[in-house]
């Protein structure tokens, strides 16, 4: 995938724990750990506002696109 979510970069920098991210922005820690891993097909734009308010970030400090290989760019 060409979209790569940096949660865990912000989460270091905010010395905070998945749980306590989990927690504050209500969504589960299961729906986290897609979205850690880069499973997640989707995010809806509410989460994206609730874990930027959470980690005090902006969106393109969790969000990073990378062309594929295959794109040959």
């Avoid at 060409?2 to 749980?19: C, G, P, Y």
């Avoid at 927690?23 to 989707?42: F, Y």
């Avoid at 509410?46 to 696109?65: R, V």
């Amino acid at each position: 995938m060409a979209i790569i979510i940096n949660i865990d970069v912000m989460l270091a920098k905010r010395k905070m724990s998945v749980t306590e991210l989990s927690e504050r922005v209500g969504i589960t820690m299961a729906n986290l750990s897609i979205l850690k891993n880069g499973k997640a097909k989707a995010i809806r734009l509410t989460t994206l506002d609730a874990i930027c308010k959470a980690l005090d970030c902006q969106p393109g400090d969790l969000l990073e696109y990378t062309p594929d290989e295959e794109e040959g760019i």
